[in-house]
């Protein structure tokens, strides 16, 4: 390409190149440093669970340096792929995923040398650790869809866990805390939506100010009635995973997917349905206008202020269901804090996956799949100190807003709060 | 016309004890034991709350106990809120400064968190004559911080990263970063498996300010010398001119000549530098040897302080002053009264939650005409 050419690129193109030179950069840093540099290969095992019974394993074992070598040379192809979409002016979003998994594998050869990885357990615990993520960002879509900036869904998240597990504790009665969890996060979301949409108080100040609450709040309760009283106020138990038949007998994918507990098939649900209506349903153009230009809204009759509402609260709702998960999916009790940031990490996920359902959804399966994989790496030991793994999803979103990656847009109208008749102020 | 301000300050910080009072009151298992017995629960309720607010007194200003051998020993608790304070007033005028030229630099964490790396190394690796070794722990702490804080600024002047969502991401970086550390041998102490590092010589340690009795330190004097530095800064300086300027409107700052990236990455940098004399002030005042929990919630309660504070120097110290006084005082009350000391974040969050919707006290209150000030604002992702 000349300078001319170079010059006349649109500013989107400019980031996809610049996405290229990132990919092409780390795909010759894998393959230098985890294909070439180490001076032996040791071999790594991987074992695949087939059916629903763990003793179905099936063992692959491939040698760490040819394996970095194959992964890192596909994710250089790949590379290749996505420099030929790009100037053949195609997206380069199958060359990208292919680039990522490649990447990852090749780093998996090498970080596990002479180790064994338990991949259908990887990938399982993964998912476990993306639940409340996804929840979390579900939560984030729905609401900063609508043109409301939702920094508070740590303190949705842990409103929700903490009030299904007493409730589940008080009653003895699991439905009753997962039933309860939902208002928890609405009621959360509900101060938000007064403050932010009546009052007009700044959103970002807003949320913060709402986790510091909850925060607060579930602390000083936790430890005046949760512990003194424990047997009572935090014994919630929970929920036993249920075997879908047919589908959890899918070799691999069944018993990452289909043996789980009841919440995380409302995951399922949740997921589909706010893609589907968002993108298909008259609610979701509304909510997506409301979003992008309040004033066209108005100007059409859609009351934008009570649409945002609307959304808030279903937002709350969606993000303390996922709270439910800490105390009745995994855990069994409440403990202090136990969220412990996963809203924050949800919100990455949000930006990272551009404010769209599925591609939030992409990415808190990454960052679940880095934090599992970091906890594994910590066992079995690793060249990476473990702080570095966990700093992973921090940076790459970093990355991402950077803009290194491709384009990250908020929805236009996102944290503006609406005047009737008025525009924005 | 100056009263007039503090009407609403000091009405939401009422509402917020009165709320929080209620919470203590009945969430108390002896309150709620007389259920049915309303007089006699409501005189219980009284006692509960008004017996955790005294504690936070004694614990914050005076304690009388402490007075009996020894009058001025009663203002121990007195030096304690300073301690706490110094700090806080530090990560506090950061976020403000930031604020003014609208930014919202929710990273005070992590810059606190660098400033703490820069001062504990300095302080303990090198061996300096008095006052030149707390200088330059400070000035490293500075450096390190307002680097951290500056690429902040950069970014988001380069590429539009929004500083929000930059801070929040590179407060976990710092706080693993610090994990990973002290897990080296360089910050790791001899002879621990722990995460602590050696203790900073006593050169380069801030000397006490009333005696060897009370912790109150030269952190405190810093900390409004520095409060004054950004009032001057903000009030009387070209560069504080461009930074309220850009706050106030940036699309017409650029249109009168002002380079918005400069202001961005240069008040980011002060921010940072600010955030990080923080950490030297609580690593070189008062916690000599780091830990990996040096942070705290420094550069988050940073954030109420800076909201109460209504994002003035002036404000900020004070706003610290109180937060410092809970802070310190929630200590007391939580050993001697059993109420847990996040009662104190419930009061934080109350306080700004009020403050910042004056429409919802001036009805609760039935106010008219009262100066509600500035709100403090940032704005949406794209801005």
Redesign the interface.
């Known amino acids: 390409m000349s300078i001319a050419e170079i010059r006349a690129l649109s500013a989107p193109e400019r980031r996809r190149k610049r996405g290229i030179i990132t990919m092409a950069g780390l795909g010759s840093f894998a393959l230098v440093i985890f294909g070439l540099l180490p001076k032996s290969g040791q071999p790594v095992t991987y074992s695949f669970v087939l059916g629903s019974e763990w003793v179905l394993a099936k063992e692959i074992i491939v040698n760490s340096k040819s394996g970095a070598l194959l992964f890192s040379v596909i994710a250089l192809l790949a590379v290749a792929m996505a420099a030929l979409q790009f100037r053949g002016r195609k997206t380069i979003r199958l060359a990208s995923g292919i680039f990522g998994a490649s990447f990852l594998m090749s780093f998996l050869c090498w970080a596990a040398a002479g180790k064994f990885i338990p991949f259908t357990g990887l990938l399982q615990g993964a998912l476990f650790l993306s639940v409340p993520l996804i929840f979390g960002a579900m939560a984030g879509v729905l609401s900063e869809r609508s043109g409301v ?1 939702n ?1 508070a869904i740590e303190g949705q998240l842990l409103a929700g866990a903490f009030m299904s597990g007493v409730l589940a504790s008080l009653t003895q009665n699991k439905i009753a805390g997962l039933l309860i969890a939902p208002f928890a996060g609405m009621a959360i979301s509900w101060l938000l939506a007064i ?1 932010a949409i009546k ?1 007009g ?6 949320g ?3 986790n ?2 909850v ?3 579930t ?3 936790y ?3 949760l512990i ?2 424990q047997s009572t106020w935090n014994s919630g138990g929970t929920f036993a995973p249920i075997e879908i038949p047919l589908l959890s007998k899918i070799p691999v994918i069944g018993p990452i997917f289909f043996a789980q507990s009841i919440i995380v098939y409302l995951m399922y649900v949740a997921v589909i349905v706010i893609h589907i209506a968002l993108f298909k349903s008259k609610w979701g153009l509304r909510t997506r206008s409301v979003g992008e230009h309040p004033t066209a809204a108005e100007s059409v009759g859609i009351d934008v202020n009570k649409i945002r509402f609307r959304n808030v609260l279903i937002a709350g709702a969606v993000a303390g269901l996922g709270g439910a998960f800490f105390t009745l999916g995994a855990v069994g009790s409440f403990s202090k804090e136990m969220t412990a ?1 996963k809203g ?1 990490i949800a ?2 996920a949000l ?1 990272f996956g551009r404010w769209s359902p599925l591609g939030a959804v992409a990415a808190a399966l990454i960052f679940g799949f880095a934090d599992n994989l970091q906890g594994l790496l910590t066992i079995t030991g690793t060249p990476i ?1 473990s ?2 793994m ?2 992973a999803p ?2 790459a ?2 990355i991402a ?3 290194f990656v491709g384009k990250v ?2 929805p ?5 709060a609406y005047k009737r008749g008025g525009g924005s102020h | 016309m100056k009263l007039k301000k503090l009407i609403l300050p000091a009405l939401s910080f009422a509402m917020a004890l009165f709320v929080s009072g209620l919470l203590v009151a009945f969430s108390d298992s002896k309150v709620l034991a007389l259920k049915g017995q309303p007089i006699s629960m409501l005189s219980k309720a009284l006692s509960t709350a008004g017996g955790a607010y005294w504690a936070l007194f004694r614990g914050s200003i005076f304690d009388p106990q402490l007075a009996e051998g020894h009058f001025f020993q009663g203002f121990y608790p007195f030096s304690e809120t300073l301690v706490a304070a110094s700090p806080l007033i530090l990560t506090g005028l950061s976020v403000a400064l930031a604020f003014r030229a609208g930014l919202f630099n929710i990273g005070a964490q992590g810059q606190f968190i660098a400033g703490a790396i820069g001062a504990s190394w300095v302080g303990f690796t090198f061996d300096l004559p008095i006052v030149i070794h707390a200088v330059a722990a400070i000035a490293a702490a500075m450096l390190f911080a307002g680097l951290y804080g500056g690429f902040v600024g950069f970014l988001k002047a380069r590429t539009g990263a929004h500083e929000v969502i930059v801070t929040i991401m590179l407060n976990y970086v710092a706080g693993y970063f610090l994990l990973w550390l002290l897990s080296t041998t360089a910050f790791l102490r001899p002879g621990r498996q722990d995460p602590l590092a050696p203790e900073v010589h006593q050169n380069a340690r801030l000397p006490h300010l009333f005696g060897p009795n009370l912790r109150a330190n030269l952190g405190f004097i810093i900390a409004l010398l520095a409060a004054g530095a950004i009032w001057w800064l903000l009030n009387r300086s070209t560069w504080g001119f461009r930074f309220r300027a850009v706050g106030a409107n940036a699309a017409a700052s650029r249109t009168a000549g002002i380079s918005v990236a400069r202001v961005t990455t240069s008040v980011m940098f002060i921010a940072g530098a600010l955030a990080g004399l923080g950490g030297a002030v609580q690593i070189l005042g008062s916690e000599p040897a780091m830990t990996a929990g040096v942070g705290g919630s420094f550069g988050f309660d940073a954030i109420t302080v800076a909201l109460l504070g209504r994002a003035t120097p002036i404000g900020t110290v004070f706003a610290a002053l109180l937060f410092g006084a809970l802070r310190a005082g929630g200590l007391t009350m939580q050993a001697s009264t059993e109420t847990p000391l996040d009662l104190v974040l419930v009061i934080q969050a109350l306080v700004v939650l009020f403050i910042a919707a004056p429409a919802l006290i001036k009805s609760l209150f039935r106010l008219k005409n009262v100066d509600a000030g500035e709100t403090v604002a940032s704005k949406g992702w794209n801005g």
């Open positions: 900036i920094i403050f009052y108080i700044d959103q970002v100040v807003l913060f100010v709402l510091v609450l925060i607060g709040l602390n000083f309760l430890k005046r009635l003194p009283y940031g924050f919100l990455a930006i100190p702080e570095f966990l700093m921090y940076v979103t970093i807003v950077s803009g847009r908020a236009a109208a996102d944290g503006v």
